[in-house]
């Protein structure tokens, strides 16, 4: 099974967090998982003003060193992002969901909004963290 971990489910991953189910975590165990670099990017961002307390690079290192694939963010990720329905207007979340149905990904959150976004687009697949 091939994965797309979602910002939140990696940061949960990374620091032991409870919010992550067992059943969640030993799907991420046994899978390949990959991280967009939006993630990246977002942790970076809202590390910088204050509200994430783990730096970007200590999150990419910790991706990297548990096998996880860092997925770039291409030019047809980028496109998708329009195709994705109106009423979720966070960047980073249309922008996981394309990934997801460009490279034909399970993204795993924990993001009631997103399931209900791909919901209404059965080329994503979501699983609840």
């Known amino acids: 099974m091939r ?6 489910v990696g940061l949960w991953w990374l620091v032991g967090s409870p919010r992550l189910t067992r ?8 899978s390949a998982c990959n991280v967009s670099v ?9 590390h910088r003003i204050g509200k994430m307390p783990v730096p970007p690079r200590e ?3 910790a991706v990297v060193d548990a096998g ?3 997925l770039p963010v291409g030019d047809l ?8 329905p109106n009423g979720h207007n966070d960047p980073f979340d ?14 795993v959150t924990g993001d009631e909004t ?3 976004f791909a919901n209404q687009r059965p080329t994503i697949q979501v699983r609840k963290a």
């Open 59 to 61: 999150f990419r290192d």
């Open 114 to 116: 997103l399931f209900k």
């Open 94 to 107: 249309r922008l996981l969901l394309a990934t997801a149905e460009v490279e034909r990904l399970i993204l």
């Open 38 to 46: 939006a993630s990246i990017w977002e942790i970076a961002i809202k």
């Open 68 to 70: 996880m694939s860092l």
């Open 23 to 30: 059943a969640s975590r030993a799907l991420i165990s046994s």
């Open 77 to 84: 990720h980028a496109t998708t992002t329009t195709e994705i």
């Open 3 to 8: 994965l797309l971990l979602d910002t939140q």
